[in-house]
């Protein structure tokens, strides 16, 4: 398996725009994280599906922040507009049955907002 | 104004010798834990994880040790070699917000010098 694949890996745009960043988690995997890494808050947990579902959103900072999973393979992660602060490594894990069991994260994709 | 991030405790080893990481948790109900590696540029690696029904597990040069009458956590690092300089996390899994969640620690930086 080719594990958790994150795209892009890389993005620059500019204060205002509108981000995506794609996930596509590991295949037979129910459950699917987005986090956020910066140096001031570390790790953080935004959001969690499992099958396709949201299941706890209590972590996205705000309503420009919004993620979808149209399907088992395939998940977004949308900031409208996005600001200079929302600048981190945004990373994508996904899990076979849940919070209790391991997570594999993908490479991550690294965000600047100028 | 000045900025302030995560200052990341820091453990510098020589090659060969043994490491000792430790974490403090902050959840008395927490009931599965996790270990994770994290090397530049790159998203956080599964190590070793433990349930609370038990107070050490060993991996292949890694061991586990969980005291939870003081919440605290511990990784053990055998024989330490220059690949394992990265940045090691703990994290603890609980229900916060009605759902089960992994809440990470803020992370130990480990050097290993040849």
């Known amino acids: 398996d080719a594990g958790v694949i994150q795209s892009p890996r890389h993005e620059v745009t500019e204060m205002g725009q509108e981000v995506t960043l794609r996930c596509k988690p590991i295949?037979?995997?129910?459950?699917l994280f987005w986090y956020r890494q910066t140096m001031m808050r570390g790790l953080e947990l935004l959001i969690y599906f499992n099958n396709n579902v949201p299941i706890d959103d209590s972590g996205m900072p705000e309503d420009r922040f919004s993620a979808k999973m149209p399907n088992a393979s395939f998940s977004t992660l949308k900031i409208q507009p996005s600001e200079p602060r929302d600048s981190a490594v945004y990373f994508c894990a996904s899990s076979p049955r849940g919070t209790e069991e391991t997570q594999y994260f993908g490479p991550g994709t690294r965000l600047l907002v100028l | 104004g000045e900025s302030v991030g995560l200052h990341l405790p820091t453990l510098s080893v020589q090659e060969g010798d043994n490491s000792i990481i430790n974490c403090a948790y902050s959840n008395s109900a927490s009931d599965y834990f996790i270990w994770y590696k994290q090397e530049s540029g790159k998203g956080p690696q599964f190590i070793i994880d433990?349930?609370?029904?038990?107070d050490k597990r060993q991996g292949q040069r890694v061991t586990v040790l969980l005291n939870k009458t003081v919440k605290h956590l511990s990784l053990q690092i055998a024989a330490t070699q220059p690949g394992d300089s990265a940045v090691y996390f703990c994290a603890e899994n609980h229900d916060q917000t009605g759902a089960n969640n992994l809440f990470f620690g803020t992370g130990t930086r480990l050097t290993v010098i040849p």
């Open positions: 433990i349930r609370s029904n038990m």
């Open positions: 295949s037979g995997h129910d459950y």
